[in-house]
């Protein structure tokens, strides 16, 4: 009996991955929606994108290029010098909702991974509001 695939398998490996933080970097640069989200980045992207390229790879169960690099990822420490809250989660997730959207990502896969984002961007909130 085969073991289950990762959701990293499942979207394609690391070409797929990189595809989604690039969409996901592009969108958050390109839509007003996003602009608060953007905000809270430095101007030139590039840094971020392979962070979250990184950390995303492990987190979906593929090679953990972010704690080799890292160690651990401590995402809420990590995150504390920036005011995040309800807007700034939800324009997270939406602007990923997108990018998944816009990838060759089945529904049950999409629907599993905002499931699993939701959780992981509402305990990344450090205000209320």
């Excluded at 499942?10 to 933080?21: C, F, I, S």
């Amino acid at each position: 009996m085969s073991e289950p695939q990762s959701a990293f398998e499942l979207l394609g490996g690391e070409p797929a991955v990189r595809d989604l933080v690039d969409r996901f970097y592009d969108l958050m640069a390109l839509e007003a929606r996003y602009a608060g989200l953007r905000a809270l980045h430095p101007d030139d992207l590039d840094g971020s994108r392979d962070k979250l390229f990184w950390f995303l790879c492990g987190w979906l169960g593929g090679p953990d290029h972010y704690i080799e690099r890292f160690g651990h990822p401590r995402l809420r420490a990590r995150h504390l010098p920036f005011s995040i809250g309800i807007a700034e989660r939800d324009q997270w997730l939406q602007c990923m909702q997108q990018a998944l959207s816009e990838q060759a990502v089945s529904d049950a896969l999409r629907e599993r991974l905002a499931e699993s984002f939701h959780g992981t961007a509402d305990w990344m909130r450090n205000r209320s509001g």
